[in-house]
């Protein structure tokens, strides 16, 4: 008699989902670890997350490293500001993989670097 076993395979890996935008983030989408704090303020080997590089780059787009780090230092601060905000719903419409063909560096910050 044989005894037949139960057995479940373990769960898929389901992708990582941006912190910015909230779309997955497939293997074979660019990607990049953003410092929460930039290493050039202090931030080197604090916490980072993984996001999209459009959404990374997007960040650094808008806000001075002095800003992240005074001020954007959480996900939660960074979804909060107005222009990320706007661009996290915008890009939130787009697939997984969409690469806006305007960088983010294309258009000036409206505020004085420190």
């Known amino acids: 008699m044989r005894k037949e ?6 769960p898929a890996v ?5 912190p910015l935008c909230q779309r997955p983030i497939p ?5 990049s670890l953003h410092h ?9 080997g604090g916490p980072t997350v ?9 960040i650094h787009a808008t806000l001075t490293e002095a800003e992240l780090a ?3 230092n959480t996900v939660e601060a960074l979804r909060a500001h107005p222009k990320l ?9 787009r697939p997984p993989g969409f ?6 560096g294309a258009h000036p910050r409206n505020h004085q670097r420190d």
């Open 85 to 93: 905000a706007r661009f996290a719903e915008w890009i939130a419409k």
């Open 70 to 72: 005074r001020t954007f």
């Open 99 to 104: 690469v806006s063909r305007i960088p983010g």
């Open 36 to 44: 929460l704090v930039p290493r050039s303020k202090g931030g080197k």
């Open 50 to 58: 993984l996001m999209h590089l459009q959404c990374h780059k997007e």
């Open 27 to 31: 293997g074979d989408v660019e990607q």
């Open 5 to 10: 076993l139960n057995w479940d395979p373990p």
């Open 14 to 18: 389901s992708d990582p989902v941006c």
